[in-house]
T-cell receptor, first 112, second 114 residues
Framework: DAKTTQPTSMDCAEGRAANLPCNHS???????VYWYRQIHSQGPQYIIH???NNETNEMASLIITEDRKSSTLILPHATLRDTAVYYC?????????????FGTGTRLTIIP | EAGVAQSPRYKIIEKRQSVAFWCNPI?????LYWYQQILGQGPKLLIQ????????DSQLPKDRFSAERLKGVDSTLKIQPAKLEDSAVYLC????????????FGPGTRLTVT
């Protein structure tokens, strides 16, 4: 699976959009971009995933650049409950190979 | 629907002792995973089951760690004997099948080895 690079930490004001970048310059054509987050003392929670098109769900939007070498997770109206560590993971969709390889992620702090 | 259940939530043992963790996945989920998360790091996969068969245990320290999933539902992870470096949060996750996009994680068991 391709390696990802994320900033160690970020702050965002409550009510503003939080934009979390991820670099995955060695991504292969069959690899998806996944985002999970981990709130303190909880297990990770799936947020969203995408291959090459931008994706949106009730939690967030995922913007993937045309060359697929980077992506941005957008939380449109951040709340205090969005304070968490956010993990960007790149993984090929192979049946039987389900391993999620987590890095150290970005610690996002929402400021009141 | 009920989430992934794990017990105990916390455990403190001395080195060289044994410990076991239990996981009950979401009903109907065929795939079950155990991850180890050391403080300050992301989770690392230890073992993956598909029903009651092992799919991937390449990162499981087999000299001291063992896991089973009897009847393809509940699972236990055992450490025997424990070392100081085993202090971590042990997370269980499940997904409906192989190839599913989303893994559902439990709250984890925090193990402290003294």
């Amino acid at each position: 699976d391709a390696k990802t690079t994320q900033p160690t930490s970020m702050d965002c004001a409550e009510g503003r959009a939080a934009n979390l970048p991820c670099n995955h310059s060695t991504i292969s054509g069959n690899e998806y971009v996944y985002w999970y987050r981990q709130i303190h003392s909880q297990g990770p929670q799936y947020i969203i995933h995408g291959l090459k098109n931008n994706e949106t769900n009730e939690m967030a939007s995922l913007i993937i650049t045309e060359d697929r070498k980077s992506s941005t997770l957008i939380l449109p109206h951040a709340t205090l409950r969005d304070t968490a560590v956010y993990y960007c993971i790149v993984r090929a969709f192979n049946f039987g190979n389900e391993k999620l390889t987590f890095g150290t992620g970005t610690r996002l702090t929402i400021i009141p | 629907e009920a989430g992934v259940a794990q017990s105990p939530r916390y455990k403190i043992i001395e080195k060289r002792q044994s410990v076991a963790f239990w996981c009950n996945p979401i009903s109907g989920h065929a795939t079950l995973y155990w991850y180890q998360q050391i403080l300050g790091q992301g989770p690392k996969l230890l073992i993956q089951f598909q029903n009651n068969g092992v799919v991937d245990d390449s990162q499981l320290p087999k000299d001291r760690f063992s896991a089973e999933r009897l009847k393809g539902v509940d699972s236990t992870l055992k450490i025997q004997p424990a070392k100081l470096e085993d202090s971590a949060v042990y997370l269980c996750a499940s997904s409906p099948s192989t190839g599913a996009y989303e893994q559902y994680f439990g709250p984890g068991t925090r193990l402290t080895v003294t």
